[in-house]
Protein backbone atom coordinates (compact mmCIF):
# COMPACT_ATOMS: atom_id res chain seq x y z
CA UNK A 1 0.00 0.00 0.00
CA UNK A 2 1.26 3.61 -1.28
CA UNK A 3 2.48 5.17 2.45
CA UNK A 4 0.04 8.63 2.64
CA UNK A 5 1.39 11.35 3.66
CA UNK A 6 0.07 14.11 6.08
CA UNK A 7 -0.17 17.52 5.52
CA UNK A 8 -0.77 20.83 7.57
CA UNK A 9 -4.33 21.57 8.21
CA UNK A 10 -5.41 24.97 8.83
CA UNK A 11 -8.75 25.41 7.07
CA UNK A 12 -11.86 25.80 8.52
CA UNK A 13 -13.10 26.58 11.75
CA UNK A 14 -16.26 24.51 11.59
CA UNK A 15 -18.56 23.09 15.15
CA UNK A 16 -21.08 20.93 15.99
CA UNK A 17 -19.75 19.47 18.85
CA UNK A 18 -16.64 17.24 17.88
CA UNK A 19 -13.19 17.64 16.91
CA UNK A 20 -10.71 15.63 14.71
CA UNK A 21 -7.49 15.47 15.59
CA UNK A 22 -4.67 14.94 13.01
CA UNK A 23 -1.24 15.09 14.20
CA UNK A 24 -2.27 17.66 17.30
CA UNK A 25 -4.22 19.58 14.74
CA UNK A 26 -7.73 20.48 15.34
CA UNK A 27 -10.85 21.24 13.16
CA UNK A 28 -13.73 21.40 14.36
CA UNK A 29 -16.88 20.57 12.73
CA UNK A 30 -20.77 22.64 12.18
CA UNK A 31 -24.34 22.50 11.71
CA UNK A 32 -26.68 25.33 11.24
CA UNK A 33 -29.51 25.34 12.65
CA UNK A 34 -31.96 24.93 9.52
CA UNK A 35 -30.34 21.52 9.65
CA UNK A 36 -27.69 22.03 6.46
CA UNK A 37 -23.53 21.93 7.58
CA UNK A 38 -21.34 24.70 6.61
CA UNK A 39 -17.82 25.08 5.61
CA UNK A 40 -16.06 28.91 6.17
CA UNK A 41 -13.93 30.20 3.58
CA UNK A 42 -10.19 30.84 4.88
CA UNK A 43 -9.63 34.59 5.19
CA UNK A 44 -7.94 36.12 2.21
CA UNK A 45 -8.19 33.21 0.17
CA UNK A 46 -10.22 31.16 -2.81
CA UNK A 47 -12.28 28.39 -1.77
CA UNK A 48 -11.09 25.09 -3.59
CA UNK A 49 -12.55 22.00 -4.37
CA UNK A 50 -11.36 18.41 -5.96
CA UNK A 51 -13.52 16.69 -7.33
CA UNK A 52 -13.12 12.98 -7.31
CA UNK A 53 -15.50 10.52 -9.75
CA UNK A 54 -15.12 7.04 -10.54
CA UNK A 55 -12.57 5.18 -8.56
CA UNK A 56 -13.95 2.16 -8.79
CA UNK A 57 -12.24 0.75 -5.41
CA UNK A 58 -12.62 -3.15 -4.96
CA UNK A 59 -13.14 -4.09 -9.09
CA UNK A 60 -11.63 -7.40 -10.25
CA UNK A 61 -10.83 -8.33 -6.19
CA UNK A 62 -9.81 -12.00 -7.18
CA UNK A 63 -7.42 -10.83 -9.87
CA UNK A 64 -3.77 -9.37 -9.10
CA UNK A 65 -4.01 -6.48 -11.61
CA UNK A 66 -7.61 -5.64 -10.04
CA UNK A 67 -5.93 -4.52 -6.38
CA UNK A 68 -3.24 -2.61 -8.01
CA UNK A 69 -5.76 -0.74 -10.20
CA UNK A 70 -6.46 0.35 -6.35
CA UNK A 71 -3.02 1.21 -5.58
CA UNK A 72 -3.01 3.27 -8.83
CA UNK A 73 -6.04 5.30 -7.46
CA UNK A 74 -4.76 6.43 -4.17
CA UNK A 75 -1.48 7.72 -5.92
CA UNK A 76 -3.34 9.69 -8.17
CA UNK A 77 -5.71 11.12 -5.68
CA UNK A 78 -1.96 11.83 -3.26
CA UNK A 79 -0.34 13.91 -6.42
CA UNK A 80 -3.69 15.78 -6.72
CA UNK A 81 -4.13 16.87 -3.34
CA UNK A 82 -0.53 17.57 -2.91
CA UNK A 83 -0.73 19.84 -6.32
CA UNK A 84 -3.73 21.53 -5.41
CA UNK A 85 -4.18 21.78 -1.37
CA UNK A 86 -7.83 22.01 -2.13
CA UNK A 87 -10.16 23.58 0.87
CA UNK A 88 -12.44 20.76 0.24
CA UNK A 89 -13.09 17.20 -1.74
CA UNK A 90 -16.28 15.63 -3.27
CA UNK A 91 -16.22 11.98 -3.84
CA UNK A 92 -18.79 12.05 -7.19
CA UNK A 93 -20.06 8.73 -7.26
CA UNK A 94 -19.11 5.22 -8.17
CA UNK A 95 -16.48 5.26 -5.28
CA UNK A 96 -16.38 1.43 -5.12
CA UNK A 97 -17.52 -1.18 -7.78
CA UNK A 98 -19.97 -3.13 -5.30
CA UNK A 99 -20.80 -5.54 -8.04
CA UNK A 100 -17.19 -7.24 -7.70
CA UNK A 101 -17.11 -7.12 -3.93
CA UNK A 102 -17.55 -10.77 -2.70
CA UNK A 103 -17.27 -9.75 1.46
CA UNK A 104 -19.52 -8.96 3.86
CA UNK A 105 -18.87 -5.00 4.53
CA UNK A 106 -17.83 -3.40 0.62
CA UNK A 107 -17.01 0.11 3.09
CA UNK A 108 -13.19 -1.73 3.85
CA UNK A 109 -12.74 -0.87 0.26
CA UNK A 110 -14.84 3.01 0.54
CA UNK A 111 -12.41 3.52 3.73
CA UNK A 112 -9.29 2.99 1.31
CA UNK A 113 -10.65 4.88 -1.30
CA UNK A 114 -11.79 8.36 1.00
CA UNK A 115 -8.05 7.52 3.21
CA UNK A 116 -5.46 10.51 1.22
CA UNK A 117 -8.21 13.10 2.29
CA UNK A 118 -8.89 12.07 5.65
CA UNK A 119 -5.06 11.29 5.76
CA UNK A 120 -4.61 15.43 5.20
CA UNK A 121 -7.22 16.22 7.18
CA UNK A 122 -9.67 17.83 4.57
CA UNK A 123 -13.29 17.92 4.90
CA UNK A 124 -15.45 15.60 2.25
CA UNK A 125 -18.44 15.49 1.46
CA UNK A 126 -19.85 11.90 -1.34
CA UNK A 127 -22.75 11.11 -3.42
CA UNK A 128 -23.40 7.63 -4.94
CA UNK A 129 -23.00 6.85 -8.01
CA UNK A 130 -24.69 3.72 -10.18
CA UNK A 131 -21.93 0.84 -8.98
CA UNK A 132 -21.65 1.71 -5.29
CA UNK A 133 -24.34 -0.86 -4.36
CA UNK A 134 -25.03 -2.69 -7.73
CA UNK A 135 -25.44 -6.27 -6.73
CA UNK A 136 -22.23 -8.72 -6.92
CA UNK A 137 -21.99 -10.43 -10.08
CA UNK A 138 -20.54 -14.10 -10.34
CA UNK A 139 -17.11 -14.06 -12.23
CA UNK A 140 -17.80 -16.49 -15.36
CA UNK A 141 -13.88 -17.32 -14.38
CA UNK A 142 -15.23 -18.82 -11.12
CA UNK A 143 -16.99 -21.77 -12.53
CA UNK A 144 -14.87 -24.71 -13.32
CA UNK A 145 -16.34 -27.57 -16.00
CA UNK A 146 -18.69 -29.18 -13.33
CA UNK A 147 -20.63 -25.40 -12.82
CA UNK A 148 -19.84 -25.18 -9.55
CA UNK A 149 -18.08 -22.15 -8.44
CA UNK A 150 -15.12 -21.88 -6.26
CA UNK A 151 -15.51 -18.96 -3.84
CA UNK A 152 -12.20 -16.27 -4.16
CA UNK A 153 -12.53 -13.97 -1.37
CA UNK A 154 -10.41 -11.34 -1.45
CA UNK A 155 -7.89 -10.28 1.71
CA UNK A 156 -8.96 -6.92 2.40
CA UNK A 157 -7.48 -6.88 6.08
CA UNK A 158 -6.50 -9.16 8.61
CA UNK A 159 -9.88 -9.04 10.22
CA UNK A 160 -11.43 -9.72 6.56
CA UNK A 161 -10.08 -12.53 4.39
CA UNK A 162 -10.75 -16.15 3.65
CA UNK A 163 -13.96 -18.05 2.90
CA UNK A 164 -15.33 -16.90 6.08
CA UNK A 165 -15.94 -13.40 5.05
CA UNK A 166 -17.76 -14.28 1.67
CA UNK A 167 -20.74 -12.37 1.46
CA UNK A 168 -22.74 -11.89 -1.99
CA UNK A 169 -25.75 -9.75 -0.37
CA UNK A 170 -24.09 -6.32 -1.03
CA UNK A 171 -23.64 -3.59 1.10
CA UNK A 172 -26.35 -0.80 0.65
CA UNK A 173 -26.37 2.59 0.20
CA UNK A 174 -27.99 3.40 3.42
CA UNK A 175 -24.90 1.21 5.01
CA UNK A 176 -22.64 2.83 3.92
CA UNK A 177 -23.22 6.25 4.28
CA UNK A 178 -24.27 5.39 7.78
CA UNK A 179 -20.53 3.81 8.11
CA UNK A 180 -18.43 6.54 6.57
CA UNK A 181 -20.31 8.84 8.75
CA UNK A 182 -20.25 7.56 11.73
CA UNK A 183 -16.26 6.59 11.65
CA UNK A 184 -15.58 10.05 9.98
CA UNK A 185 -16.19 13.43 11.67
CA UNK A 186 -14.43 14.92 8.72
CA UNK A 187 -17.57 13.43 6.57
CA UNK A 188 -20.12 16.30 5.81
CA UNK A 189 -22.41 14.04 3.47
CA UNK A 190 -25.68 13.11 4.69
CA UNK A 191 -27.98 10.42 4.27
CA UNK A 192 -30.74 12.88 3.06
CA UNK A 193 -34.99 12.60 3.93
CA UNK A 194 -36.09 9.18 4.70
CA UNK A 195 -38.92 10.48 2.63
CA UNK A 196 -36.64 9.85 -0.26
CA UNK A 197 -35.48 6.50 0.88
CA UNK A 198 -33.78 4.36 -1.13
CA UNK A 199 -32.32 7.37 -3.08
CA UNK A 200 -29.75 8.18 -0.32
CA UNK A 201 -27.37 11.42 -0.53
CA UNK A 202 -29.63 14.28 -0.89
CA UNK A 203 -28.59 17.66 1.00
CA UNK A 204 -26.81 20.65 0.77
CA UNK A 205 -23.82 22.42 2.44
CA UNK A 206 -23.54 25.97 2.81
CA UNK A 207 -19.76 27.50 1.81
CA UNK A 208 -19.41 30.68 4.32
CA UNK A 209 -17.70 33.89 5.02
CA UNK A 210 -14.75 33.78 6.15
CA UNK A 211 -15.69 37.38 7.92
CA UNK A 212 -18.65 35.65 9.01
CA UNK A 213 -20.37 32.33 9.04
CA UNK A 214 -23.75 32.96 8.71
CA UNK A 215 -23.02 34.74 5.53
CA UNK A 216 -23.61 32.89 2.65
CA UNK A 217 -20.96 32.70 -0.56
CA UNK A 218 -22.59 29.37 -1.90
CA UNK A 219 -24.87 26.67 -1.28
CA UNK A 220 -23.66 23.36 -2.70
CA UNK A 221 -26.78 20.92 -3.50
CA UNK A 222 -25.74 16.86 -3.59
CA UNK A 223 -28.62 14.50 -5.28
CA UNK A 224 -28.44 10.70 -5.03
CA UNK A 225 -28.86 9.80 -9.72
CA UNK A 226 -30.01 6.29 -9.15
CA UNK A 227 -28.44 3.09 -10.16
CA UNK A 228 -27.28 0.27 -8.89
CA UNK A 229 -30.27 -0.75 -6.15
CA UNK A 230 -33.13 1.10 -8.10
CA UNK A 231 -33.26 2.77 -12.01
CA UNK A 232 -31.23 5.92 -12.81
CA UNK A 233 -32.94 8.45 -12.16
CA UNK A 234 -33.59 12.04 -9.91
CA UNK A 235 -36.96 11.63 -8.79
CA UNK A 236 -39.86 14.03 -9.04
CA UNK A 237 -39.77 13.72 -5.21
CA UNK A 238 -35.70 14.68 -5.19
CA UNK A 239 -36.81 17.79 -7.59
CA UNK A 240 -39.40 18.58 -5.19
CA UNK A 241 -37.03 18.45 -2.13
CA UNK A 242 -34.42 20.39 -3.79
CA UNK A 243 -37.41 23.55 -4.48
CA UNK A 244 -38.49 23.20 -0.63
CA UNK A 245 -35.08 22.84 0.54
CA UNK A 246 -34.02 26.11 -2.10
CA UNK A 247 -36.62 28.11 -0.86
CA UNK A 248 -35.85 27.17 2.58
CA UNK A 249 -32.27 28.37 2.61
CA UNK A 250 -31.97 30.46 -0.17
CA UNK A 251 -35.35 32.40 -0.79
CA UNK A 252 -34.57 35.12 -3.23
CA UNK A 253 -31.93 33.50 -4.89
CA UNK A 254 -29.63 35.89 -3.80
CA UNK A 255 -26.81 32.95 -3.11
CA UNK A 256 -25.07 31.45 -5.96
CA UNK A 257 -25.18 27.51 -6.17
CA UNK A 258 -23.48 24.70 -7.61
CA UNK A 259 -24.78 21.20 -7.92
CA UNK A 260 -23.16 17.39 -8.17
CA UNK A 261 -24.75 13.99 -8.82
CA UNK A 262 -23.10 10.96 -10.79
CA UNK A 263 -25.29 10.38 -13.76
CA UNK A 264 -25.70 12.84 -16.55
CA UNK A 265 -29.27 13.96 -16.84
CA UNK A 266 -30.40 14.06 -20.35
CA UNK A 267 -29.98 18.04 -21.05
CA UNK A 268 -26.07 16.72 -21.70
CA UNK A 269 -27.00 15.01 -24.72
CA UNK A 270 -28.61 18.26 -25.98
CA UNK A 271 -25.41 20.16 -25.69
CA UNK A 272 -22.37 17.54 -26.43
CA UNK A 273 -20.09 18.73 -28.32
CA UNK A 274 -19.66 16.63 -32.18
CA UNK A 275 -16.75 15.85 -33.91
CA UNK A 276 -13.76 17.17 -30.78
CA UNK A 277 -14.82 19.92 -28.67
CA UNK A 278 -15.26 23.10 -29.54
CA UNK A 279 -16.55 27.06 -28.49
CA UNK A 280 -18.31 27.62 -26.34
CA UNK A 281 -17.65 24.01 -25.04
CA UNK A 282 -14.34 23.31 -23.19
CA UNK A 283 -12.22 20.17 -22.58
CA UNK A 284 -9.73 17.89 -23.78
CA UNK A 285 -11.38 14.35 -24.04
CA UNK A 286 -14.93 13.65 -25.98
CA UNK A 287 -14.22 9.71 -26.60
CA UNK A 288 -17.80 8.26 -26.29
CA UNK A 289 -21.65 9.61 -26.10
CA UNK A 290 -23.26 10.62 -23.05
CA UNK A 291 -24.86 7.70 -21.03
CA UNK A 292 -27.65 9.98 -19.34
CA UNK A 293 -30.42 9.07 -16.50
CA UNK A 294 -33.41 6.79 -18.05
CA UNK A 295 -35.44 9.86 -17.90
CA UNK A 296 -36.02 13.50 -16.93
CA UNK A 297 -38.19 13.80 -13.93
CA UNK A 298 -38.05 17.84 -13.48
CA UNK A 299 -34.69 18.47 -12.06
CA UNK A 300 -33.65 20.35 -14.66
CA UNK A 301 -36.34 22.32 -15.38
CA UNK A 302 -35.68 23.77 -12.13
CA UNK A 303 -32.40 24.37 -12.19
CA UNK A 304 -32.25 26.04 -15.32
CA UNK A 305 -35.45 28.66 -13.95
CA UNK A 306 -33.79 29.27 -10.95
CA UNK A 307 -31.13 32.12 -11.83
CA UNK A 308 -28.65 31.27 -8.66
CA UNK A 309 -27.64 28.31 -10.01
CA UNK A 310 -24.44 28.02 -12.00
CA UNK A 311 -23.38 25.25 -12.60
CA UNK A 312 -24.04 20.97 -12.45
CA UNK A 313 -21.09 18.65 -12.06
CA UNK A 314 -21.28 15.25 -12.98
CA UNK A 315 -18.96 11.82 -13.83
CA UNK A 316 -20.20 8.76 -14.57
CA UNK A 317 -18.73 8.83 -18.65
CA UNK A 318 -15.24 7.75 -18.70
CA UNK A 319 -13.88 9.58 -21.74
CA UNK A 320 -15.56 12.73 -21.58
CA UNK A 321 -14.60 15.73 -19.29
CA UNK A 322 -16.01 18.32 -21.37
CA UNK A 323 -18.35 21.36 -20.15
CA UNK A 324 -20.76 23.10 -22.55
CA UNK A 325 -23.14 26.01 -21.51
CA UNK A 326 -26.80 25.42 -21.38
CA UNK A 327 -29.39 28.18 -21.03
CA UNK A 328 -27.76 30.34 -18.12
CA UNK A 329 -25.74 27.53 -16.65
CA UNK A 330 -22.64 25.22 -17.14
CA UNK A 331 -23.08 21.57 -17.59
CA UNK A 332 -19.71 19.89 -16.42
CA UNK A 333 -18.37 16.27 -16.59
CA UNK A 334 -15.98 15.73 -14.02
CA UNK A 335 -12.32 13.60 -15.13
CA UNK A 336 -12.26 9.84 -14.25
CA UNK A 337 -10.29 9.95 -11.31
CA UNK A 338 -10.22 5.87 -10.80
CA UNK A 339 -7.94 3.40 -12.48
CA UNK A 340 -10.66 0.92 -11.89
CA UNK A 341 -13.44 1.26 -14.50
CA UNK A 342 -13.27 1.08 -18.43
CA UNK A 343 -10.89 3.36 -20.59
CA UNK A 344 -7.22 4.15 -20.43
CA UNK A 345 -7.74 7.58 -20.67
CA UNK A 346 -5.15 9.20 -18.44
CA UNK A 347 -6.29 9.85 -14.70
CA UNK A 348 -7.34 13.30 -13.57
CA UNK A 349 -9.46 15.34 -11.36
CA UNK A 350 -11.45 18.49 -12.07
CA UNK A 351 -11.10 21.31 -9.98
CA UNK A 352 -13.37 23.96 -8.55
CA UNK A 353 -11.89 27.65 -7.10
CA UNK A 354 -14.41 29.85 -5.95
CA UNK A 355 -14.09 33.51 -5.32
CA UNK A 356 -16.26 35.34 -2.64
CA UNK A 357 -16.28 39.13 -3.66
CA UNK A 358 -17.56 39.40 -6.13
CA UNK A 359 -18.63 35.65 -6.30
CA UNK A 360 -17.43 33.88 -9.48
CA UNK A 361 -15.66 30.49 -9.94
CA UNK A 362 -12.43 29.10 -11.96
CA UNK A 363 -12.58 25.08 -12.53
CA UNK A 364 -9.71 23.27 -14.51
CA UNK A 365 -8.54 19.51 -14.92
CA UNK A 366 -5.66 18.58 -12.88
CA UNK A 367 -3.89 15.29 -14.42
CA UNK A 368 -2.24 12.74 -12.33
CA UNK A 369 1.52 13.86 -14.46
CA UNK A 370 0.53 17.54 -12.80
CA UNK A 371 -0.69 19.09 -15.92
CA UNK A 372 -3.68 21.76 -16.02
CA UNK A 373 -5.69 22.32 -18.72
CA UNK A 374 -9.54 22.95 -19.49
CA UNK A 375 -10.09 26.77 -18.11
CA UNK A 376 -13.72 27.33 -17.42
CA UNK A 377 -14.37 30.97 -15.96
CA UNK A 378 -17.58 31.68 -14.67
CA UNK A 379 -19.03 35.00 -13.15
CA UNK A 380 -16.13 37.31 -13.25
CA UNK A 381 -15.75 40.95 -14.14
CA UNK A 382 -14.28 40.94 -16.61
CA UNK A 383 -16.05 38.21 -18.01
CA UNK A 384 -17.28 38.13 -21.95
CA UNK A 385 -20.26 36.17 -22.66
CA UNK A 386 -21.27 34.17 -25.03
CA UNK A 387 -24.36 36.20 -26.62
CA UNK A 388 -22.01 39.11 -26.65
CA UNK A 389 -19.38 37.86 -27.65
CA UNK A 390 -21.97 36.22 -30.89
CA UNK A 391 -23.23 40.09 -30.45
CA UNK A 392 -19.64 41.57 -31.55
CA UNK A 393 -18.30 38.90 -34.22
CA UNK A 394 -22.22 39.49 -35.83
CA UNK A 395 -20.78 43.57 -35.66
CA UNK A 396 -17.08 42.65 -37.22
CA UNK A 397 -18.33 40.22 -39.95
CA UNK A 398 -20.97 43.56 -40.67
CA UNK A 399 -17.70 45.90 -40.24
CA UNK A 400 -15.60 44.11 -42.86
CA UNK A 401 -18.44 43.32 -45.54
CA UNK A 402 -18.90 47.19 -45.59
CA UNK A 403 -15.01 47.91 -45.97
CA UNK A 404 -15.20 45.14 -49.00
CA UNK A 405 -18.34 46.47 -50.62
Known sequence: MTILS?????????????????????????????GERYVQMRAGAPFKIALFADLHY?????????????????????????????????????????NNIPIANASLYWDQAISPTISRGIPFASVFGNHDDAPFEWPKEWFPAPGIPKLIC?????????????????????????HEIEHNVLSYSSNGPKALWPSISNYAIQVSSSDDPKSSVVYLYFLDSGGGSYPQVISNAQAEWFRNKSEEINPNSSVPEL???????????????????????????N???????????????????????????????????WC??????????????????????PRGARIIEITQQPFSFRTWIRMEDSIVHSKVVHGSANQLSYKAFDQMIVILLCYFMCLIF
Not at 79 to 94: C, N, Q
Not at 154 to 169: D, I, L, M
Not at 308 to 315: D, L, P, Q
Open 6 to 34: FTFFSLFILTVGSDYQVLGLTTTTTTKAS
Open 58 to 98: GEATSTDWGPLQDVNSTRVMNTILDDETPDFVIYLGDVITA
Open 154 to 178: PEVNSTYSGEEACSFRGTQRIELMK
Open 259 to 285: IFWHIPSQAYNKVAPQLGIHKPCVGSI
Open 287 to 321: KENVSSQAAELGIMDLLVKRPSVKAIFVGHNHGLD
Open 324 to 345: CPNEKLWLCFARHTGYGGYGDW
